[in-house]
Structures are given as structure tokens and as C-alpha cells.
């Protein structure tokens, strides 16, 4: 649903409704055959059936005002609730020369909620001088999202001292979140057809994470027995400044847009729970960008594109909490990760 307001005066309106259910059904098999020396013979089986519904609401709008014809601003609002449901049942069976070894049955069941709501608000100055530009962009956003989740697993080992392992856990996680953003830039024409760009931008990321986790307490019959390994506390606060220059070339077919950026990344991770810990970490980053269009005629153009970008681990990579959703393939945070530094072309 979309609605839309101008007249002859400085202010304009747009806003939107937006609503979608998705409802998937994922049914996978999977056999892998173990070919070197000390797992030869061996075989594992798997069958795996995962449906799941995603709910989204999304409200934003667009607010326009022109103070005058030098000077405006832009401000867009952005709300959005994310519902989501899903399970996962897996059986799988190892076997050595067709004898069973071990079989496995896991039972995962999460129920997701997550509301957001971010905002950008941009401001733009025109100098007498035809393109001489100031502007400064403010993003802010606030995320949380919460959520339980239930584990059963069985694994029973055949071979050696016949064992039977079961889980039966239940989880409770919440994550709130809070970013903002701000960038200057200016722009100074050198010719016609040629410009400069200089831009700072400081960015901030925060993000508090409490996940824990029950066993099944068969005397109360409830969730009571809190399983420390499984629980963690975890703050997170992520700090960028990046400085920009750039140089802009307009042809008569062709364009050129060139970038070199550097930036400091500041990461401090703090957990609190089950034991206090912390990590601080600095990183320096060359970041360039080259764009060049070329339009041949109508309908014909060649775009050459190269980009890099840095990206901070998400909260759930840093923490060093298990994760034990595959009870024979446990994994954890890793609190000493790097940013990824990506290069597309």
C-alpha cells in the first residue's frame, strides 16, 4: 500500500505499507561415503525435513522539504516486525562395511520475534558555484529481537561400550542493538567535466546479547537445570571512522568514478557471563573503488566495476558460547575473529 502527497508548496510526503508471509518446506537427504585410510568402509545417512514460516511488517516513509533553492532536507523513516517459526527434524545413521556404528534423531523448534526501527536524515547545501555541494547523511536504528527455542536429541553408539547420549534443552535468547551513523561530504568542481570529493564518515555499532540455556529437570518436570557451557552474556561495541577522496570524470559516452578510502575500526568485546572476559581489537584498512561506464549507442554499454568493503563479525560469531543445535557437529564463537575484507569486480 503506498500513498503520496505534493503541492505547490516546499513540503513532500510519501509513505508505504508493506506485508508478506512466506511458508517453506525444506526435505533434504544426505549420503557421504568415507574414502580415506582410517574411515575407509565407512557411511553416514541422513534425512532431514525443515518447515518454517517467515511474517513481515514494514511501515516507511519519505518527508521532503525544501528550505529554499540552495538548501533541503530528506528524512526516511523505517519500522519493521519480523515474525518467524520453524523446526527441524533429522535422522541419521553411521555404519562401517554396512554395520551400524551410531544413529542420531534431533528435534529443533524455535520461535523468533525481531522489531527494528532505523531513520536517515540528510541535508543538502548547493553553492552559488554549479556543482559546489555540501551535505551531511545522519542514519540512527534500533533492533531487538527475542526468542525460545527447544532441543531433544538422542545418539546411541553401537560400537565399544553401547551408550545411549540425550539432550533435552531449552533455550531463551535476546539481542538489543542500537547503530548511528554520519557523513560529510564536499564537493568541488575542478573542469566541465570533472570533480573532487572529500568525506568523513564516523560510524558506531552496539549490541547486548543474554542467551541461556535449561536442561530438563525430571523431578520438577520443567526446564530448571541452568548448563553454564550453553549460557553467555556478551556486549559488543564497534566503532569506524573513514576518511574518503574521490575523483569524478564525465565524458561525452563514458564516466569515471574513482575512490580510495581509509578506515580505523575500533572492536571491544565484553562478556560478563558466565566469566568476565574482554577483547579489544584495531584494525586499518585501505579501501578503494573504480567505476567506468561507456555507453557504445542506444541500448549498448560496458560497466567495469571493482569495490572492496570490510564487514565486523556478528554477535553470534564473536560469542564463545557452544552451540549445540547438531549435537554431533558442536561449534562456538570465536571472540578473536578478524573483519572480512571483500573485493568484488
Do not use: C, W
Not at 246 to 253: A, I, P, S
Request: hydrophobic share 30%.
Amino acid at each position: 500500500v503506498n500513498y503520496s502527497y505534493q503541492d505547490d508548496g516546499p513540503l513532500k510526503f510519501s509513505g508505504s505499507y508493506f506485508f508478506n508471509q512466506s511458508d517453506n518446506d525444506q526435505d533434504e537427504s544426505v549420503f557421504r561415503n568415507f574414502t580415506l585410510p582410517r574411515t575407509e568402509g565407512q557411511t553416514y545417512s541422513e534425512t532431514s525435513i525443515s518447515p518454517s514460516r517467515n511474517i513481515n511488517h514494514r511501515l516507511s516513509g519519505e518527508i521532503e522539504y525544501s528550505i529554499n533553492d540552495k538548501n533541503s532536507i530528506i528524512m526516511r523513516p523505517r519500522l519493521t516486525f519480523q515474525d518467524n517459526s520453524g523446526s527441524g527434524i533429522v535422522n541419521g545413521f553411521t555404519r562401517l562395511d554396512g554395520a551400524l556404528l551410531n544413529s542420531t534423531f534431533t528435534e529443533n523448534t524455535s520461535f523468533l520475534e525481531a522489531l527494528s526501527f532505523s531513520n536517515n536524515l540528510l541535508f543538502r547545501h548547493s553553492f552559488d558555484k554549479r556543482g559546489r555541494t555540501f551535505s551531511i547523511n545522519v542514519n540512527t536504528g534500533v533492533n531487538g529481537n527475542s526468542g525460545d527455542s527447544f532441543l531433544f536429541s538422542e545418539n546411541i553408539f553401537y560400537s565399544g561400550n553401547n551408550q545411549d547420549l540425550e539432550l533435552d534443552q531449552f533455550g531463551d535468547q535476546e539481542v538489543q542493538g542500537f547503530n548511528m551513523s554520519a557523513n560529510a561530504t564536499y564537493t568541488e568542481p575542478l573542469t566541465e567535466k570533472s570533480s573532487l570529493l572529500a568525506s568523513y564518515r564516523y560510524g558506531y555499532q552496539y549490541n547486548d546479547s543474554r542467551r541461556e540455556s535449561f536442561d530438563f529437570n525430571e523431578g520438577t518436570n520443567e526446564y530448571t537445570d541452568l548448563n553454564l557451557p550453553l549460557s553467555n552474556t556478551f556486549e559488543n561495541d564497534y566503532i569506524t571512522h573513514v576518511g574518503t577522496l574521490g575523483y569524478n570524470l564525465r565524458g561525452t559516452k563514458g564516466t569515471l568514478t574513482l575512490r580510495a578510502s581509509l578506515q580505523k575500526a575500533i572492536l571491544d568485546n565484553d562478556q560478563t557471563f558466565p566469566v568476565e572476559d574482554n577483547v579489544d581489537r584495531t584494525f586499518n584498512n585501505f579501501i578503494p573503488s573504480i567505476v567506468y561506464r561507456y555507453r557504445f549507442e542506444r541500448g549498448k554499454s560496458l560497466n567495469i566495476i571493482y569495490r572492496a568493503r570490510t564487514n565486523a563479525p556478528s554477535v553470534g560469531q564473536l560469542q564463545s558460547v557452544i552451540n549445540n543445535t547438531d549435537p554431533l557437529n558442536i561449534s562456538s564463537g570465536n571472540p578473536l575473529l578478524d573483519q572480512s575484507y571483500t573485493h568484488t569486480a
